[in-house]
């Protein structure tokens, strides 16, 4: 007896030590300190050897880009998508330097595979993965990005290095080889719907045509439109566009979602009645506003403010 609750004290000891040096690597990667973030998570998954913490390293390394550390992250990858059969992976934007690696066409296989058996067959598979790809790319550079930006608004407006350029450069990039593709894929398939290609690809269509100039957006909102209408769009990505348009057009947004800069603070663009805009959001299958702005863009929001 006296032995089963030293096992099961050194148990619970390892698994309390596990989570606190996963919660230390989870504050150190989103500070930027990614090596000393993957010792943590190493250390963690050490004493705790669990799929969720193989996942954090695979992601962690895949950040890190170098050859060395691709072939790390497919290896714990692997591991960490042992009992997976959701798609998340397949559009998560850290494993970008993992795209064109052919271990990742495994990957998808994989995924696809294990959530078809859950899910159902995806009528167009392939169409699904070309989007799920093109949103990696759209927002893979969102991690280095957002770092150098909250430091650009600590620093009163200031980049600290150069390093935010190349990147920027390269989000310019992607935003190009994205809407060439997608463009393509329009004329062979259509606009995606989410009964043909699942809900989060789908939304991929609207979030790079959102990324893409005005004409573009003019041109296919008609298309994600239909697509909302006919219950095979998100309404968050209707909203976004619709809106969009608006504010370009030198018009009040309805759902609230466009957000710019006033002194380096962040506050939606001018909203129409925004005393019914909760109204407007619960039409299309929105939550309200405030929490939105909250949770998303650290906005304190009041109708009246």
Not at 63 to 71: H, I, N, V
Not at 113 to 133: D, M, S, T, V
Request: glycine residues 6%; aromatic residues 10%; contains cysteine.
């Amino acid at each position: 007896m006296k032995h089963a609750l030293f096992a099961i004290s050194l148990l619970f000891t390892s698994l309390a030590s596990a989570q606190d040096n996963v919660h230390t690597a989870d504050s150190l990667k989103a500070e930027g300190d990614l090596m000393n973030a993957l010792e943590h998570y190493g250390m963690a998954f050490m004493e705790s050897p669990e799929s969720p913490i193989a996942y954090r390293i695979a992601a962690t390394c895949a950040l890190l880009w170098t050859r060395q550390m691709r072939d790390t992250a497919f290896y714990f990858l692997n591991i960490g998508l042992q009992q997976d059969s959701s798609l998340e992976v397949l559009y998560e934007p850290e494993m970008m330097s993992l795209i064109e690696d052919p271990k990742w066409t495994g990957i998808e296989e994989n995924q696809i595979r294990k959530y078809e058996a859950k899910n159902g067959i995806i009528p167009n598979a392939y169409y699904a993965r070309q989007l799920f790809r093109m949103i990696i790319r759209d927002q893979g550079f969102m991690y280095a990005g957002n770092i150098e930006r909250r430091k650009y608004l600590l620093n009163g407006g200031r980049f600290e290095t150069p390093a935010i350029f190349p990147v920027l450069a390269m989000e310019e990039r992607n935003l190009q080889v994205n809407e060439t593709r997608l463009l393509q894929l329009l004329d062979t398939f259509g606009w995606p719907k989410t009964s043909q290609v699942t809900e989060y690809a789908a939304a991929g269509a609207a979030l790079i045509i959102n990324h893409g100039s005005h004409a573009l957006r003019a041109k296919y909102f008609p298309m994600l439109e239909k697509a909302f209408q006919e219950g095979e769009a998100q309404p968050l990505r209707y909203a976004k566009m619709k809106d969009r348009l608006l504010v370009e057009e030198d018009q009040k947004q309805l759902y609230g979602t466009q957000i710019r800069f006033d002194e380096l603070q962040k506050v939606p663009y001018p909203i129409a009645d925004p005393e019914l805009v909760d109204q407007r959001r619960a039409s299309i299958g929105l939550g309200p506003l405030a929490p939105y702005l909250k949770e998303r863009f650290g906005i304190e929001w009041k109708p009246g403010k």
